[in-house]
């Protein structure tokens, strides 16, 4: 008996290292955590959500598959009530403003033997920059198509260093290439935004916050003009 993830999930579960402590913030029903334990990947994972009835529906996935042995669950805050010698972090689902967040709250993530395994629903853009701003490297970007939409999934190390990047990193990475659907797709969907923040600002006449989202369309055109 599996467990059959959305594409965006199981997009995620590929970049799990294997036999490592993992938590999945805001695990909703759980299924991932099963995925990752009925696949072989890991032994222990913490499912972990904000909400009383997210939870509740996770532990019926865990006692359907019997895997209560392996999958605790934790009524938590982001990462508030996590142990900290989990290795593998993993938040698919939320926002990126509210992923930055979550990791801000967090100073023990700070460790190089963490992993981070982050799916923003939107605004990349927060996240890519808080992780570069905080001595996070992005080591690897994958892209996937999931129920019509395209989506951004990122993995990444803490090392110390300062990894600070322009807004035209932030927006878009450094392996959106723009060769498959769902790459072309994700560049697009920002695209939409930039251009669209440009021409809100122009028109109410703040050329000076206008000019940083010009920067990064005259980033688009040399890359990607194509697209604009």
Not at 15 to 33: A, Q
Not at 189 to 218: C, P, T, W
Request: charged share 30%; hydrophobic share 35%.
């Amino acid at each position: 008996m599996n467990i059959v993830l959305t594409e965006r999930l199981r997009t995620a579960a590929e970049l799990v290292r294997h036999s490592r402590k993992t938590v999945d913030v805001g695990t909703d029903h759980g299924y991932l955590p099963a995925f990752l334990v009925m696949g072989g990947i890991t032994d222990n994972v913490t499912a972990a959500d904000i909400g009383r009835g997210p939870l509740e529906n996770a532990e019926k996935t865990i006692k359907k598959y019997s895997l209560e042995e392996k999958i605790d669950t934790a009524l938590s805050d982001g990462l508030e009530k996590i142990d900290r010698d989990t290795e593998e972090i993993i938040i698919c689902g939320m926002g990126g403003t509210l992923i930055a967040e979550i990791l801000g709250k967090a100073e023990w993530i700070k460790k190089t033997e963490i992993h981070l395994i982050l799916q923003p629903m939107t605004h990349s853009y927060d996240v890519r920059k808080f992780l570069c701003e905080n001595g996070f490297y992005i080591d690897t970007e994958k892209f996937c198509t999931d129920t019509g939409r395209d989506y951004v999934i990122i993995s990444a190390y803490y090392d110390e260093k300062d990894h600070s990047r322009d807004d035209f990193y932030y927006y878009f990475g450094n392996v959106a290439t723009g060769d498959t659907k769902s790459e072309k797709g994700y560049i697009k969907k920002q695209i939409f935004y930039v251009k669209s923040r440009y021409k809100g600002l122009m028109m109410s006449g703040n050329e000076a916050e206008a000019s940083v989202f010009a920067k990064v369309l005259d980033g688009v055109n040399e890359k990607w003009s194509e697209l604009l």
